[in-house]
C-alpha cells in the first residue's frame, strides 16, 4: 500500500539547490532556497468584486479602512486555502507557465515481505529439490530432525511396540536427494530405495532401538509408473510384518526434480497398520498432492521412463 507525500518543501527535481512547494498532487511553482524554515507559501491575492466610490473628505480614512479589510479577508482565505483540519498546509492550485516536473515526492511504505511456503503450515517444502507436499488434517511438520530431511509426520504417537520407552508416530513422510549411486531412472531408483526405506520405518532406528521388534518378512504390493508434480516417476510399496505390533505398509516414489539438473528426488512414505493408523488412501492422497515449487510444472504423462539400468 502507498500513501502520497503531504504538502510541504521538497528539494527540487530540477535544480538541487531549490526547494519547491509540493501542494499534496503536484509541484507549483513557488521556490525557495533549500534549508530556510518550512513556511507555506503566500496565497494569490482573492479579488474581492468592485471598489465603491469613496466618500468626499474622508479619503485617507476609508482607503486605510478599506485597505485593512482587504488584507484582513485575504489572510482569511489565505489560512483556509493553506491550512486543513489537522494545521497542514492544503493543496494550491498549480500556477500555469512554471517549469515542467517530471518527478513527485512519493513516499511508498515499505510493502511486507510476501509469506513464503516454508511458513505455510499446511505444505512441506523441499526448496533443494524445488517441491511441495500437502501437509493433512491430523499431521504436522517435524520441526528438528536428525538427518534434516523435510519430515511430516501424524500429530498422534504412541508407545511403540517393541519398546515401550520410545514413542512412535502412526505413520511419516520425508524427501531426500539420492547420494552414491549411479542409478539414473525413477524405477531403478525405487526398486534400490525400498529396502532402505523399510529398515528406515520398521527396522532399528538412529539410536539402535527396535521399536518395532524388526522387520520379519516383507512382499511387494504396488509397483509402477506414476505422475508426481508434472514429472514421470515410479513407486514400489511393500506390506512389511515386524517383530512386536501389527508391521505396515512402507514406500519408496523416485522423480526427477523439475529444477537445476533435474536429478532425482525420492519420498519414502512409512505407515504402521495398528488401531489410530490413517488409511492408506492417505498415502495416495498426498502422492496426487506433491507440487513444483512455484506452480511450475513440466513433464507429465507424455515423459518418457527409461529401462532399468541392469
Given at each position: 500500500m502507498s500513501m502520497t507525500t503531504p504538502p510541504?518543501?521538497?528539494?527540487?527535481?530540477?535544480?538541487?539547490?531549490?526547494?519547491?512547494?509540493?501542494?499534496?498532487?503536484?509541484?507549483?511553482?513557488?521556490?525557495?532556497?533549500?534549508?530556510?524554515?518550512?513556511?507555506?507559501?503566500?496565497?494569490?491575492?482573492?479579488?474581492?468584486?468592485?471598489?465603491?466610490?469613496?466618500?468626499?473628505?474622508?479619503?485617507?480614512?476609508?482607503?486605510?479602512?478599506?485597505?485593512?479589510?482587504?488584507?484582513?479577508?485575504?489572510?482569511?482565505?489565505?489560512?483556509?486555502?493553506?491550512?486543513?483540519?489537522?494545521?497542514?498546509?492544503?493543496?494550491?492550485?498549480?500556477?500555469?507557465?512554471?517549469?515542467?516536473?517530471?518527478?513527485?515526492?512519493?513516499?511508498?511504505?515499505?510493502?511486507?515481505?510476501?509469506?513464503?511456503?516454508?511458513?505455510?503450515?499446511?505444505?512441506?517444502?523441499?526448496?533443494?529439490?524445488?517441491?511441495?507436499?500437502?501437509v493433512l488434517p491430523g499431521w504436522e511438520k517435524a520441526e528438528s530432525r536428525i538427518d534434516g530431511l523435510p519430515t511430516m509426520q501424524t500429530k498422534d504417537t504412541y508407545d511403540c511396540p517393541g519398546d515401550a520407552g520410545a514413542f512412535c508416530h502412526h505413520a511419516w513422510v520425508n524427501t531426500r536427494t539420492p547420494t552414491r549411486t549411479d542409478l539414473r531412472t525413477a524405477e531403478a531408483l525405487a526398486k534400490h530405495d525400498i529396502a532402505d526405506a523399510a529398515d528406515a520405518a520398521f527396522g532399528d532406528d538412529a539410536v539402535g532401538r527396535r521399536r518395532y521388534g524388526g522387520i520379519v518378512s516383507h512382499r511387494e504390493v504396488k509397483s509402477g509408473s506414476v505422475v508426481v508434480a508434472g514429472r514421470t516417476g515410479y513407486l514400489v510399496r511393500w506390506s512389511v510384518r515386524t517383530g512386536a505390533g501389527p508391521g505396515g505398509q512402507v514406500q519408496s516414489l523416485a522423480f526427477p526434480s523439475s529444477v537445476g539438473s533435474e536429478s532425482m528426488v525420492i519420498i519414502r512414505f512409512a505407515f504402521d497398520a495398528g488401531k489410530g493408523a490413517p488409511p492408506l488412501t492417505v498415502l495416495d492422497r498426498i502422492t496426487s498432492g506433491i507440487r513444483a515449487l512455484g506452480g511450475q510444472e513440466s513433464g507429465g504423462v507424455g515423459s518418457s521412463v527409461a529401462a532399468p539400468t541392469p
Open positions: 510541504g518543501w521538497y528539494p527540487d527535481p530540477g535544480t538541487p539547490v531549490l526547494e519547491r512547494w509540493w501542494d499534496g498532487t503536484a509541484w507549483t511553482g513557488h521556490t525557495r532556497a533549500a534549508g530556510q524554515p518550512a513556511v507555506p507559501p503566500s496565497p494569490p491575492t482573492v479579488p474581492l468584486g468592485p471598489v465603491a466610490p469613496r466618500p468626499r473628505g474622508r479619503g485617507p480614512v476609508v482607503a486605510v479602512a478599506a485597505a485593512a479589510a482587504v488584507l484582513v479577508t485575504a489572510l482569511v482565505a489565505g489560512v483556509i486555502v493553506l491550512n486543513g483540519d489537522d494545521g497542514e498546509p492544503a493543496a494550491a492550485a498549480t500556477p500555469s507557465g512554471g517549469a515542467a516536473m517530471t518527478a513527485s515526492p512519493v513516499r511508498s511504505a515499505a510493502p511486507a515481505p510476501p509469506p513464503t511456503p516454508s511458513d505455510d503450515p499446511n505444505l512441506l517444502v523441499d526448496q533443494l529439490n524445488g517441491i511441495t507436499l500437502p
